[in-house]
């Protein structure tokens, strides 16, 4: 972990990126200007503060991004934050697609990270929706009364496991789809994974 200094799994990082090179580098800098530690997290620049996850910057295929932990609690004056998924609850990002774009930007996106790091060091958190929150289909509950080792399973499962199975299977529009989904994963779940484990 380094301080406002660049750290060498960034470096070895930034030497394979080939796509996004140019935005990373740039965005590194910004981010070190503004007194973050600079760590190498799930494979991706992450700069923290005080031990907790601030920014991170994430390559995709149309774009790169500067994504906000807690970026649902940040105020967004300039309308650039985006939802990384329809689902996404606390994260947000901020999405370029050349240098240029970053450059032009640069004082806006301090200011970002400065409001950042202000909600961590406020203790804020996200509230996110609960579990309960979220709506069982009824094949999945027909389901839990036909097999009730299945709906202790379920149960069993970690609360982000819980929203991604309901949330996956929810969003089949016809009821055969949504069994056969459930019927899919039922070993998934008894095994206690996840939908993506």
């Known amino acids: 972990m380094t301080n406002g200094r660049m750290n060498p799994k960034v470096d070895e990082f930034l030497h394979k990126e080939k796509k996004w090179k140019e935005e990373f580098e740039k965005l590194r800098m910004i981010n070190l200007g503004c007194d973050l530690t600079e760590e190498l997290k799930w494979r991706l620049p992450c700069y923290t503060f005080q031990d907790r996850n601030i920014v991170i910057i994430q390559n995709f295929k149309e774009y790169c991004a500067l994504m906000f932990f807690k970026g649902a609690l940040l105020k967004d004056p300039n309308g650039i934050l985006v939802k990384p998924g329809e689902n996404s609850q606390a994260q947000r990002q901020i999405r370029f697609t050349n240098v ?66 309901l949330l996956y299977f929810s969003k089949a529009k016809q009821s055969k789809t949504r069994e056969s989904r459930i019927e899919k994963y039922i070993e998934q779940i008894l095994n206690g994974e996840g939908l993506n484990d």
């Open 100 to 165: 240029q774009e970053i450059i032009e930007m640069e004082s806006i996106l301090k200011t970002y990270i400065q409001e950042a790091i202000k909600v961590e060091q406020s203790g804020k958190e996200v509230e996110l929706k609960k579990t309960t929150d979220f709506s069982v289909p009824e094949e999945l509950q027909t389901k839990f009364e036909e097999m009730p080792v299945l709906k202790t399973a379920f149960e069993a499962l970690t609360p982000g496991r819980q929203r991604a199975y």
